[in-house]
C-alpha cells in the first residue's frame, strides 16, 4: 500500500523558510517519482517541483526557481521541500504526490498522473 505524510507545515512571515516533508512508503519511494503541489483558496491545484526516483532529473515551477529546492533522504524514505524567501502567494496547502506510470527520466506537471496523494500540510505566509 502506498501511503504519503506530510509535514513541517505552519505559520511563517514574509522572508523567512521553511521545510516541509514527505514520508513515503518504501515501494512510493524506490520506484515512483514524486512530487510537490499546492492549491490556495479559490485555485487549481499547481506544480512545484518533482523529482525521480533516481534523483534526476528534477523539475521546478517558475515560481519556485531560485528559492525552493527538491531533495530526497533515501535513508528515510522521505522527501523535503525547502522553501526560501517565502512570501504571501506562496501560502496553500502543500501535497506530496507519487507517480506510478512516468519513466525515471520525466517529471510530469499535471496533477492527473498523479495516482497517490498525501493529506496535506498548510503553510501560511503572513505579517
Known amino acids: 500500500q502506498v501511503q504519503l505524510v506530510e509535514s513541517g507545515g505552519g505559520l511563517v512571515q514574509p522572508g523567512d523558510s521553511l521545510r516541509v516533508s514527505c514520508a513515503a512508503s518504501?515501494?512510493?519511494?524506490?520506484?515512483?517519482?514524486l512530487a510537490w503541489f499546492r492549491q490556495a483558496p479559490g485555485r487549481e491545484r499547481e506544480f512545484v517541483a518533482g523529482?525521480?526516483?533516481?534523483?534526476?532529473?528534477?523539475e521546478y515551477a517558475e515560481s519556485a526557481k531560485g528559492r525552493f529546492a527538491i531533495s530526497r533522504d533515501n535513508a528515510e524514505n522521505t522527501v523535503y521541500l525547502q522553501m526560501n524567501r517565502l512570501e504571501p502567494e506562496d501560502t496553500a496547502v502543500y501535497y506530496c504526490?507519487?507517480?506510478?506510470?512516468?519513466?525515471?527520466?520525466?517529471?510530469?506537471?499535471?496533477?492527473?498522473?498523479?495516482?497517490?496523494w498525501g493529506q496535506g500540510t498548510q503553510v501560511t505566509v503572513s505579517s
Open positions: 504526490a507519487a507517480d506510478r506510470l512516468a519513466p525515471p527520466t520525466v517529471i510530469r506537471t499535471n496533477p492527473n498522473a498523479y495516482e497517490y
Open positions: 518504501r515501494r512510493a519511494f524506490s520506484t515512483y517519482n
Open positions: 523529482i525521480t526516483w533516481r534523483n534526476s532529473p528534477i
